[in-house]
Every structure is written in C-alpha cells, then in structure tokens.
C-alpha cells in the first residue's frame, strides 16, 4: 500500500498540470452545453428542442465524442512517454516489487484519475441540464456518454501500450488494433446503441488494461 500511495504520488506530480488543463476543459464543455441547450428552448421552444433529443437522437454535447477520448490519449503520453525517455521506465520497474504490481499502480492511478473527471462532468452536466429538460432526456445523454467515456478510458490503456512498446514495426501493429477496437465505440451515436452491447465494451476496456504488461515485459527484456 504504502508503494502504491508513493507511486500515485509520483505519477500526481508529473500529471497534475495537465489533469487540472483537462478539468477546465471538461467544466468549460458542460457549461456550454448547458447554454446551448438554453438558447435552443429560447429560441426553438421546449417541446421541439426535447423532441430532437428524445427522437431525433441529438447530443446534449456532442463535444464530448472529442474530449473524452482525446483526454484519455493524451494522459497516457504525459504520463509514459517521459518514462521512455533514457529508459527511465527500466528503473521503476527495478523497485522492490513485482513488475505486474509497478505497472498496475501507474494504469490504475491513469484510469483512477480520467474515471473521475469523466463522472464528475457528467455529474455535474446532468445536474445543470435536468433543471431544464426531463428525466428521459437525461437518462439519453448518460447512455450516450458512457461509451464516448469507455473510449477515453480504453484510450488510455491502448496508448500506454503503444508508447512502452520499445519497438516500432510492433508499435504500427498496436496502434492499428488499438484504433480498429476505439472504433467500435463510435459505430453509433444514437443514445441507447450500447444497452445490449455492455459486456463487449468491458472486453475492449480489461483488453487496455491488460495490454500493457505484454510490452512492458519486452521493454524490460531489452526488445529493439
């Protein structure tokens, strides 16, 4: 425990400019699309505005299809490619510990911190935007961002694989499976797409999630 609390430590000091960029960003997107919807049932009054919602599938905010994944590859390369830098992985993975336990702390503090940013803007986004439209169209938008939400999760996790991956031709080889199965996330955006495929998303996200440790140990066995 007391290994974990200094590795979390350690990867807090090296993250914690950009978590805080991330977080700015994610308030600023739920502030918007609490505006916008406003404006539209200021404009377009509120029977048309949820009718678009409820039947037309229209996203509450679409700018989270972007954000949530982008975030989730971009906290992996904060975090892993200063590792990579002079091999400085190689001495984190010599701590007296196992190395599935080294590599764990540092995914779990990865995917620890995005699980928290995610739920707290859909949190709050749900509190802003229930105060003008109803339950249902909530209900939507959350099954619609769950998977936006599972891509920048799974993100993550398929780009700490790629940039520990110490070579190259199977680095191309990661990144084109990672982007084949992130695809998946996104075959719809209707909300509601995903209700019967949860057990395949889950699949996709333990994948990123266990990934990492196949080349975490060719990095450590000295693979060019």
């Keep these: 425990m007391n290994l974990f609390k200094a590795l979390s430590y350690k990867e807090w000091v090296k993250t ?59 906290m992996a390369i904060v975090q892993f490619v200063p590792e990579m830098t002079n091999k400085r992985l190689k001495l984190t993975l010599h701590l007296p510990a196992s190395e599935t336990r080294l590599v ?29 439209l109803p339950a249902e169209v909530i209900c939507m938008m959350i099954s619609q961002l769950l998977p936006w939400a599972m891509a920048g999760l799974a993100g993550y996790g398929f780009t700490v694989w790629i940039c520990v991956e110490p070579s190259w031709k199977q680095r191309l080889f990661n990144m084109l499976i990672s982007l084949g199965l992130l695809a998946v996330f996104f075959v719809s955006l209707y909300p509601g797409t995903y209700s019967g495929f949860v057990w395949g998303m889950m699949l996709i996200l333990i994948s990123s999630f266990v990934f990492p440790f196949y080349s975490c140990v060719r990095f450590k066995q000295g693979i060019q």
């Design 16 to 74: 914690r400019k950009f978590v805080f960029v991330v977080l700015l960003l994610l308030a600023a997107v739920t502030v918007y699309a609490y505006i916008d919807v406003t404006y539209s049932i200021r404009v377009n009054e509120a029977v048309n505005v949820w009718y678009g919602f409820i039947f037309q599938g229209m996203s509450v905010s679409g700018l989270m299809m972007y954000l949530m994944p982008l975030s989730g590859i971009a």
């Design 104 to 132: 764990s702390a540092m995914l779990l503090f990865g995917y620890g911190v995005l699980l928290v940013l995610y739920l707290a803007s859909m949190g709050l986004l749900s509190l802003l935007v229930g105060r003008i």
